[in-house]
Structure formats: structure tokens, C-alpha cells
């Protein structure tokens, strides 16, 4: 066993480390009270690789492993919510399936867009009566002469009004059951397709989230993202590779409330010396550490078995259940290290207090995670 990252890898680590340090965390206070994204920033990320993380050499991608892909999220949400959150579901929800479905024509049309930082993609799974049951979602496309026609909505969906292409989950033959669903890539700017206004939110306020009204939208047969009745299938792939970037991104966000709550505890001072000398703060600093530590090697081991080839569902729903819970953690006693300080909107522990509140309710709720775990663990 080898727990240490390859030279590679850690040049990777250092190199995402200051770009986001350097370009995103200082914005991060006015993306949130902006609620918009530093679109300068974002393309600042492409000569990176940072909005192509699953793209191969091949494709024109930078062929990164399973493993650095998570620590650029981790990096990233370490410093900005945000934009962690978009470029994660850019990332992990839009490249991945387009990578591992897409046609060789589909790839040479959407990738370049989408890699250059000009445009974000996103996927569109929630509707207003289908979450966690996916299953149950009502959004169809029917097959006609001239393509598929596409009536519905969507709910709580990330990006898409930075989107060229929104791949969307439908419902495409209703006797087929689960085998009755389809991916398919609407562009952005088709009829009848509207992205109603901006959702607002309690966290992660710059990460614009929006309902879908689809109208007899009209995509042509050569949308189909991989096989017609695959697609509930291809969603439940992709979510799994799509927890372990929310995973990173916990982690990111919990280190950076541990972060602030070490920097607050060596310079306030109570009783004639800094709060980090009282032992109460070190139980809390200690608990919070080493959650983190567990939560990352949960994160990192589910990435590498990825890279491996090997099964992964479940070790990617162990990694974002625990990481995800444990931002919540870390960041209730960073604030409580911080007191009254720690819910002023003066210093980043309140946003980032409210940004990690998603991560236990976006791809997989908790609870259905612990679902996903128990039914392995009783295989």
C-alpha cells in the first residue's frame, strides 16, 4: 500500500493549489454576494485542464487519472464553493458522460466549446416530483421522422444558463420501465427550450441553478447520448464517478473551515492567551483534522479504484456520504470556535457554512447513499 501521490500528481496538487489561492479565493466573498460566477476566472481555467478533468490526451483533453481530477476539485472548493460546484458538475456530469457515451461525432462538435472555458456544461436529472426517485421522472421524447421532440421540466439544475448543451434525462418509451429512459444533448438554444429564472439559494450562491421548461423542444436522432433505453443506466454510472468529485469538493470546503477556525484560535485571545492554548479549541481542532484526513483517504481511495478499473459505487457513496457529513461537522465548530464572529457575513466561515449545507442533499442524499451502501454490504 501507498498512500503517497506520485511526483506527477503532487506538481498537479501544487499547480491547482495556487491557481486557486491566487485566483479564486479572493474573489470567492464577491461571487457569493454577487451571486455570478468570475467568468474571467473560469476561462483562466482552460490552458489548465481544469474544465477538461476526464477528457483523454485523445480527445484533446489532459488525460489526468481519477485521483487528480478529485484533488482539482478539492483545491477548488477549497477556495470557492461556487465554482467548485459548477466546474465539478462541468466536469462530472456533463465531459464524463459525453467521454464515455459520446460518438466520435459528438465529441469533435461539443468538446472544444466546452473545454475552452466559453461555455459550462450541464446535465439536467431533477424534475419537481422526481429527486432522489429518478425513476419517477415525466419529462419524454418521442420518436418522430425528423428527430425526438421533448416535453417537460426539469428542476434545480447547475449551469445552464452558462451552458451550451444541457444532456437531458427523458423518458422515451413508458412501458419499458427502467429501460425506458434515454440521454439526450439539447443545445441551449433550441425552441421551446427555457431556462426559467435563477433559484435563490441559502449557499453556493454564485453556482447559478435554474428550472427547465421544455415545449416540444426538437433535438435530431444524432443527440442520443449512447443507447436509447440505456439511459437511467448511463445516469447511475455517471453519478457514481460524480460523488467522488461532491467528495473532494467536501473535503475542500471542510479544510478550508478548518483553515480559517486555525488562523482565528492562534490570534484571538481569551483569558490572556489565544484560544488555541485552551484545551476545549484543541479537542475540536484535533476531531475536525482528523475527520478530514479520514474523509480525503475515502475520496482518494474511491478515485483510485476508478482509475483501476475495478467496482466503485460503493466506495464513491461511502466517500460522499462521509465527506459530505463531515463538512457539515467541521464547519459547525469552525463557526463555534469563531462565536459571534463566525456568523458575521465579514468573515468567510458564514459563507462557507452555508455553502457546504448542499453537499448532504445534491447527487444522493445521505440517506439514499446509505441505501446504496447497505445493499452492497448485504450482496
Known amino acids: 500500500m501507498d498512500f503517497q501521490l506520485n511526483a506527477e500528481q503532487r506538481m498537479w496538487q501544487e499547480t491547482a493549489h495556487n491557481f486557486c489561492q491566487t485566483e479564486l479565493k479572493p474573489r470567492a466573498a464577491q461571487t457569493d454576494t454577487e451571486a455570478r460566477l468570475p467568468l474571467d476566472v473560469i476561462k483562466k481555467m482552460a490552458p489548465l485542464?481544469?474544465?477538461?478533468?476526464?477528457?483523454?490526451?485523445?480527445?484533446?483533453?489532459?488525460?489526468?487519472?481519477?485521483?487528480?481530477?478529485?484533488?482539482?476539485?478539492?483545491?477548488?472548493?477549497?477556495?470557492?464553493?461556487?465554482?467548485?460546484l459548477s466546474v465539478a458538475a462541468h466536469n462530472g456530469l456533463c465531459l464524463s458522460p459525453l467521454i464515455a457515451f459520446g460518438t466520435a461525432e459528438q465529441k469533435a462538435k461539443y468538446l472544444p466549446a466546452l473545454m475552452s472555458g466559453e461555455r459550462l456544461g450541464a446535465l439536467a436529472l431533477t424534475e419537481p416530483g422526481a429527486g432522489s426517485d429518478l425513476a419517477g421522472a415525466q419529462t419524454t421524447a418521442t420518436l418522430e421522422d425528423d428527430g425526438w421532440i421533448i416535453n417537460g421540466s426539469k428542476a434545480w439544475i447547475t449551469n445552464p444558463s452558462l451552458s451550451s448543451i444541457v444532456?437531458?434525462?427523458?423518458?422515451?418509451?413508458?412501458?419499458?420501465?427502467?429501460?425506458?429512459?434515454?440521454?439526450?444533448?439539447?443545445?441551449?438554444?433550441?425552441?421551446?427550450?427555457?431556462i426559467n429564472p435563477p433559484e435563490k439559494k441559502m449557499g453556493l450562491k454564485g453556482s447559478p441553478t435554474h428550472m427547465l421548461t421544455f415545449d416540444s423542444v426538437r433535438v435530431p436522432h444524432e443527440n442520443l447520448l449512447g443507447e436509447a433505453g440505456r439511459g437511467l443506466q448511463q445516469t447511475l454510472a455517471t453519478l457514481d464517478g460524480g460523488r467522488i468529485g461532491i467528495g473532494a469538493m467536501a473535503v475542500g470546503l471542510a479544510q478550508a473551515a478548518l483553515d480559517e477556525a486555525l488562523s482565528y484560535a492562534k490570534e484571538r485571545q481569551t483569558f490572556g492567551r489565544p484560544i488555541a492554548q485552551h484545551q476545549a479549541i484543541q479537542h475540536m481542532l484535533a476531531d475536525m483534522s482528523t475527520e478530514i484526513e479520514a474523509a480525503r483517504l475515502l475520496v482518494y481511495r474511491a478515485a483510485w479504484l476508478k482509475n483501476q478499473g475495478q467496482p466503485f459505487s460503493k466506495e464513491a457513496a461511502m466517500a460522499?456520504?462521509?465527506?459530505?457529513?463531515?463538512?457539515?461537522?467541521?464547519?459547525?465548530?469552525?463557526?463555534?470556535?469563531?462565536?459571534?464572529?463566525?456568523?458575521?457575513?465579514?468573515?468567510?466561515?458564514?459563507?462557507?457554512?452555508?455553502?457546504?449545507?448542499?453537499?448532504?442533499i445534491g447527487e444522493g442524499t445521505s440517506e439514499i447513499l446509505r441505501t446504496v451502501i447497505a445493499r452492497r454490504v448485504l450482496e
Open 320 to 360: 460522499k456520504l462521509f465527506a459530505s457529513e463531515t463538512a457539515e461537522r467541521v464547519a459547525f465548530k469552525a463557526l463555534q470556535i469563531h462565536g459571534s464572529y463566525g456568523y458575521s457575513a465579514e468573515f468567510p466561515l458564514e459563507r462557507i457554512y452555508r455553502d457546504q449545507r448542499l453537499l448532504t
Open 49 to 84: 485542464g481544469l474544465l477538461a478533468l476526464p477528457v483523454p490526451e485523445a480527445e484533446g483533453g489532459p488525460g489526468l487519472d481519477v485521483l487528480s481530477a478529485a484533488i482539482a476539485i478539492e483545491e477548488m472548493g477549497r477556495a470557492c464553493g461556487s465554482t467548485a
Open 167 to 194: 444532456i437531458t434525462l427523458c423518458r422515451t418509451d413508458r412501458d419499458a420501465g427502467t429501460h425506458g429512459f434515454s440521454l439526450l444533448i439539447v443545445e441551449t438554444d433550441r425552441p421551446g427550450f427555457l
